[in-house]
């Protein structure tokens, strides 16, 4: 799945940059369930973009932080309802014009289980932020704010060529497996990330032939 370089408002360019970082892990996104909760403009815009795709699902739950924070207390019960509500999704996307973090780790490690272990993105659309940025260090886990999503876009509008034909099985699922738990044991930051990765393309330009499994052997064994 390409960028689409007519894309110019920043719901369009969000919703482009999350895809492509789910296609990353999950491949066919035919296949990929979405949920978005919110009741801020710029968030909906963007579920709109989801639902535009060829995504298996997206749901959108328009609901007032009032009504949700029922879900989130810190009752036992009130906690896995809102559990049942994410754990089926692949992205959930979460943002209210509020400091209150209806995401955190406990929570999250809980959902990971529920999935057993099968990874879950996260897009924190609140003002200041409703999940804390803790759970970004959980395997398997993958966090991302509006900025970091931004900056994903022009970083593939820049350097087009990550698709280009004959580079799309370096991102297999088993070395992206061993990718992601490298950046996750040195905590490189997103921009880090990109660097990385980019440099790793150049060598598979260079020598594409057995290249990549030198590369895998590297990143398990330092």
């Known amino acids: 799945m390409s960028l689409d370089k007519t894309f110019s408002s920043k719901p369009k360019q969000i919703a482009q940059a999350a895809l492509q970082a789910l296609s990353k892990v999950y491949g066919n996104l035919e296949k990929v369930k979405i949920i978005v909760i919110s009741d801020m403009q710029l968030a909906l815009n963007i579920a709109e973009n989801f639902q535009k795709s060829r995504l298996g699902?997206?749901?959108?739950?328009e609901e007032s932080l009032e009504k949700l924070s029922k879900n989130t207390e810190s009752d036992q019960n009130k906690s896995t309802n809102f559990l049942e509500q994410i754990k089926n999704f692949d992205m959930v996307m979460i943002g209210y014009k509020s400091q209150m973090k209806l995401i955190d780790r406990e929570l999250v490690k809980k959902v990971l289980n529920a999935r057993k272990k099968k990874p879950i993105?996260?897009?924190?659309?609140?003002?200041?932020?409703?999940?804390c940025v803790d759970i970004g260090n959980l395997s398997n886990c993958y966090l991302f704010d509006l900025n970091d999503l931004e900056q994903l876009y022009t970083s593939?509008?820049?350097n087009n060529?990550?698709?280009?034909?004959?580079y799309e099985d370096f991102y297999d699922l088993d070395f992206r497996v061993v990718l992601d738990a490298f950046f996750l044991k040195f905590k490189f930051n997103l921009e880090q990330k990109m660097i990385f990765e980019k440099k790793i393309k150049a060598l598979l330009r260079s020598d594409k032939n057995g290249i990549k499994v030198i590369i895998q052997n590297f990143l398990k064994n330092i």
């Open 121 to 131: 993105f996260f897009i924190d659309c609140g003002i200041p932020g409703n999940i």
């Open 161 to 166: 060529d990550i698709n280009q034909e004959g």
């Open 57 to 61: 699902n997206c749901r959108i739950l």
């Open 156 to 158: 593939w509008i820049q």
